[in-house]
């Protein structure tokens, strides 16, 4: 009897060990590399355009699907905006992508306005990380998106919502609240709205043509679309 309670411990001591693992594997050393992404690249921006900048979006992409349950990270890209005032009636703004892969680096530079996001500067750092994020996603009694990106953005809407890691596509979206880890399926800026509601701003071509669409739709890409 007690050699089989101590090859029960045994067997229950190595699950958890396994779980632990399978934890490892969506996120590990990986997702430390969005958060090191994340500083070096604001410390970039200080260094080539100042420090008055607005972060607006962190994107990651895996390298396999999430409905995999491997969500190994394969790229980070973080976008921010620049505005120079010119007079008291005019300025413009500049959009800076900063994109990473494990082994690349690159810049691009856009001028034009960017819709869609609110700075997510003051929230840093983030009470759920994207290693907690991606646990919290997965463990949620939800169906997970076919997808292989997230992002990173606190929302423009007509509720004001703390920053979303917004897992998915078109299709499919999984809502982690930034600061609570709060898991949602619906998008929390139009909550208490209908889903057949559209909601529409401005969109300056040279940057996008999307425009705000129903709760569950991206809202506003200005440098790519869903992949």
Not at 2 to 11: S, Y
Not at 130 to 144: E, I, L, S, T, Y
Not at 162 to 168: E, H, R, S, W
Request: proline share 5%.
């Amino acid at each position: 009897m007690k050699k089989n309670i101590f090859l029960m411990m045994i067997a229950l001591f190595v699950a958890m060990f396994m779980t632990s693992c399978n934890s490892c594997k969506r996120g590990g050393n990986e997702e430390s590399w969005v958060e090191t992404v994340q500083k070096e690249d604001a410390q970039y921006m200080v260094e080539n355009f100042g420090d008055n900048y607005d972060w607006l979006e962190c994107c990651i992409d895996f390298k396999n699907f999430i409905d995999s349950g491997d969500c190994e990270v394969a790229g980070v890209a973080n976008i921010y905006r620049i505005v120079d005032v010119i007079d008291s009636q005019s300025f413009v703004q500049t959009v800076v992508l900063i994109a990473h892969t494990p082994d690349t680096m690159a810049v691009e530079t856009k001028q034009g306005i960017w819709v869609g996001d609110n700075p997510l500067n003051a929230f840093v750092p983030f009470n759920c990380d994207f290693n907690k994020a991606v646990d919290q996603m997965m463990r949620a009694n939800c169906p997970k998106p076919h997808s292989k990106h997230c992002v990173l953005r606190k929302e423009v809407g007509p509720r004001d919502c703390n920053p979303q890691y917004i897992f998915g596509n078109q299709t499919m979206q999984v809502y982690v609240d930034a600061v609570t880890g709060e898991v949602n399926t619906k998008n929390p800026v139009f909550e208490g709205f209908n889903d057949d509601e559209s909601f529409y701003a401005p969109v300056d071509s040279t940057i996008t043509d999307t425009v705000y669409g129903p709760r569950n739709t991206r809202i506003g890409c200005p440098l790519g679309e869903w992949p």
